[in-house]
């Protein structure tokens, strides 16, 4: 069975950085989309970042433009987030979502969480001074 696990979470002060990984088993990259959301306490979660893996076009939220970066990672079928910048609103557990059908390369990632099939445990970002 597909499995998505996170990692790379933490606290960090305002202004500085983490990446995280979204590493990912028993799933086929090149005909779907990865994506990154969050969820804060007591808010609806929300959109982040998006790739698709067989293009490796990427698509963003307007919180997340010019901050964060959604990337392949080194490893074989893994999903970086860079962010950067942090500010404390973006404090949350991050979550990994993949696709569960087929999209063409030239199709854009939907970034409805209604779309994403599998998800991860989630990775816990703080952003305090």
């Known amino acids: 069975q597909v499995r998505l696990v996170e990692s790379g979470g933490g606290s960090v002060q305002p202004g500085e950085s983490l990446r995280l990984s979204c590493d990912t088993f028993?799933?086929?990259?090149?005909?779907?989309?990865l994506g990154w959301f969050r969820q804060a306490p007591g808010k609806e979660r929300e959109r982040v970042a998006f790739?698709?893996?067989?293009?490796?076009?990427?698509y963003y939220a307007d919180s997340a433009k010019g901050r964060f970066v959604i990337s392949r990672g080194k490893a074989k079928n893994t999903v970086d987030l860079q962010l950067n910048s942090l500010k404390p609103e973006d404090t949350a557990m991050y979550y990994c979502?993949?696709?569960?059908?087929?999209?063409?390369?030239?199709?854009?990632?939907?970034?409805?969480?209604?779309?994403?099939?599998?998800w991860g445990q989630g990775t816990q970002v703080t952003v305090s001074s």
């Open positions: 979502a993949a696709e569960g059908g087929w999209r063409a390369q030239g199709v854009e990632c939907s970034q409805d969480s209604r779309t994403y099939t599998y």
């Open positions: 028993r799933y086929t990259f090149g005909g779907s989309c």
């Open positions: 790739i698709h893996t067989g293009s490796d076009n990427t």
